[in-house]
């Protein structure tokens, strides 16, 4: 999930290129030392290829990911 998120979610939070970066490299880095944003990300990454069908695995599936990562942070 945190693949997607850095190539395919990032990419659909803005239309400007510099947030875009900023989104999938800046705030993915600072996920690692804090844990809530990190399963944010991963919640919000989940949400995304659950609705873009932007992952082979079950929508579903998907939706049960994101609301344990949600839960969490």
């Not at 999930?1 to 800046?26: A, C, D, I, N, Y």
């Not at 705030?27 to 949400?47: D, E, K």
């Amino acid at each position: 999930m945190l693949h997607h998120f850095t190539v395919h979610t990032s990419q659909s939070l803005s239309t400007r290129p510099e947030v875009q970066k900023t989104w999938g490299t800046v705030v993915v880095r600072l996920s690692f030392s804090h844990q809530y944003l990190l399963h944010g990300i991963l919640a919000v990454a989940a949400l995304h290829a659950a609705f873009t069908g932007g992952v082979e695995e079950d929508p579903r599936q998907l939706l049960n990911y994101a609301a344990e990562h949600q839960a969490i942070s």
